[in-house]
């Protein structure tokens, strides 16, 4: 698989097999994903994998967090706040693909919020990540771990597997602090559940298009 193949076939995955990624395997992916490049080599990412029954537990725990009614507390400003114009239509755009997908209508709130609760049950993945750096750092040094996060999509995608990285599993920290322990000081980013695709699971059918090369880019000759 080349480069541009892996891209083609990446897509956001939210249905799972059970099994998990071997470990010898898994440990080779990761063991890649250490290539990505960082300002000045700085290497500001951590992840910290969580599988078996320690995700089990994690999962328990958001879930009663989120039905508790808590109030998000995620260490950075998250990536949905504050968005507006042709970001804020791209947004709902793509919510609205993914409801329909789902055969669910914009007033069906109650099952909007149930598929949203699925982020936190890392839709069924035998495998979940959560992606850290230290809590004080900023926007560039953000850069970084989403080029790192990228890698570990793309070979995730080589090796036959899946992922959904998830902005939302930054928003409740204090359970995965406490079952997963970050290394001091860091703050979570974005989780990523990962595993193999359930290939039947009508969650998977959603397709999400890009905006147009003209629209993003400029060339001065
Ligand atoms: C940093 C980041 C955070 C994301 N957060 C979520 C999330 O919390 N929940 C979710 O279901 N999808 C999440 N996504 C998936 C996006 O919705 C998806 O990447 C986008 O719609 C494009 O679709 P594609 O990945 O299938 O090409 C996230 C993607 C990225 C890159």
Redesign the pocket.
Known sequence: MNVVDALKA???I?GYKPDPIPDDILLEILDHARLAPSNCNTQPWHLTVVSGEARDKLEKALVEEIVSGKAPSPGFKP?DADLGGVYKERQYD?AMRYYSTMDIERHERDKRQALMLK?WEFFGAPHVGFISMPGGMGPVNALDV?IY?QTLMLLLVEYGAAS??????AFYPDPIKEIASLPEGHEII?GLSFGYEDKGAKINEVT?DRAPLDSMLTLIK
């Open positions: 990446r897509r956001t939210r990536g793509c982020n989403g996060l959904c990285p998830q902005g939302a599993l974005c999400m």
